[in-house]
């Protein structure tokens, strides 16, 4: 019998890698069966055709805004299916907010969530007593020049989703509803727009990870990115020179810590694999919880399930970081997923960094952003 091999393609950052690698060491162990990974950066990750991915991979991690294009596609394949009804329920169960709902589209599951992320705020421990919890500390400390912010697309349009959400008026996911409130979006446009004239404009082409790294480098002067996905990879010891602490968003609104725009991982399985069943074997068990909370974590990977959030030795690992940023993540929003999002999504932040980086009215873009949302609706 000839023994398989599946091929994976996961993002390039030792959280997306690190932990597919070592949990690939114990499936074959577990198994014989060898999963081989390869990785792509960060910007590849979030606009790079999932079809062709599918086409060369058994096993793809992807972002859940991709699920109505991917689906559209005929690309992936479904994971819920007869006789994994008891382990589907329990992946289900271990949902950290709306992390394991995001990946179902049209009735089916498409993926399965194994890294949990949404905008909260990372801060250094050793420069702050504690985390800033509003956006007016946050401008203190802007002024101060202790801040940056991410704004790299599609980042700058994750910022406004989380403050529109956080103001009370979340962004549609419906093309029959305006995308962005008129007076909410134009406050959370404003907001940006005074925050990133108080950063380094090298902000405008920082992501998460080119910020921590600025952050976390010996004699850094930065303390604070608010709006920034949750990395739990610069809060572990060693990793670099300075140790980064995360918590939950800066508050602008009055329900507490709601609205962050959701991101995280999920694994998928290709529609054109020769070995299905063995994939989705895989998928089933790299996403559950004893997987989650053991190996996956202590690997360097950031968990997707509750039981990994919950565990005691993977908070005092990180400085706290699951249990500081849960109620954030717990009031997660979903970002719109049909056909038609993910161009959208690129256009609406280059035209939010266009609208920051001058001084044109800010209900221009917002009308701008509105059109070009409906448009998206294919």
């Not at 509750?306 to 690992?317: I, P, R």
Request: hydrophobic share 40%; glycine share 8%.
């Amino acid at each position: 019998m000839t023994a398989i091999t599946l091929k994976g393609m996961t993002w390039s950052h030792p959280r997306g890698y690190d932990p597919m690698v070592a949990c690939a060491e114990d499936w074959l162990k577990r198994t014989g069966v060898r999963v081989e990974w390869d990785k792509r950066s960060l910007q590849d990750f979030e606009s790079f055709p999932v079809e062709e991915l599918a086409r060369r991979y058994d096993l793809i991690v992807i972002d859940h805004p991709h699920v109505g294009q991917i689906t559209a596609e005929n690309c992936l394949a479904a994971l819920d299916i007869p006789g994994r009804e008891a382990d589907f329920a329990a992946l289900a169960a271990g949902s950290v907010g709306a992390s394991f709902p995001s990946y179902n589209w049209r009735g089916s599951q498409w993926g399965f969530p194994i890294d949990a992320a949404t905008q909260v705020l990372a801060y250094r421990p050793d420069r702050l007593n504690a985390a800033p919890r509003t956006w007016a500390e946050v401008l203190d400390l802007a002024k101060a020049g202790e801040v940056l912010l991410t704004l790299r697309p599609p980042h700058s349009l994750m910022c406004l989703f989380s403050l529109c959400g956080n103001l009370g008026r979340p962004c549609s996911v419906d093309k029959d509803q305006p995308f962005a409130d008129a007076e909410i979006g134009v406050q959370a446009l404003e907001m940006i727009r005074e925050l990133a004239a108080l950063v380094d404009p090298a902000c405008l082409g920082m992501d998460p990870i080119a910020a921590l790294d600025r952050m976390g480098e010996a004699g850094s002067p930065y303390t604070v990115s608010p709006l920034i996905y949750g990395y739990v990879s610069y809060s572990l010891d060693g990793f670099r020179a300075n140790r980064i602490a995360f918590s939950d968003m800066p508050v602008a609104g009055e329900a507490g810590p709601t609205g962050s725009a959701l991101g995280g991982t999920g694994i998928a399985v290709s529609a054109f694999s020769k070995n299905r069943e063995a994939a989705i074997d895989f998928a089933y068990w790299i996403a559950s919880g004893p997987v989650q909370a053991d190996r996956y974590w202590s690997s360097g990977g950031q968990c997707g399930h509750a039981a990994g959030w919950e565990d005691d030795e993977a908070n005092a690992a990180t400085l706290g970081f699951y249990r500081e940023t849960r109620k954030t993540l717990e009031g997660g929003w979903l970002r719109p997923r049909h056909d038609g999002y993910m161009p959208f999504q690129a256009a609406a932040s280059e035209r939010i960094n266009q609208a920051v980086t001058s001084n044109e009215p800010a209900a221009r873009a917002i009308a701008d952003l509105n059109d070009l949302f409906v448009k998206s609706f294919r």
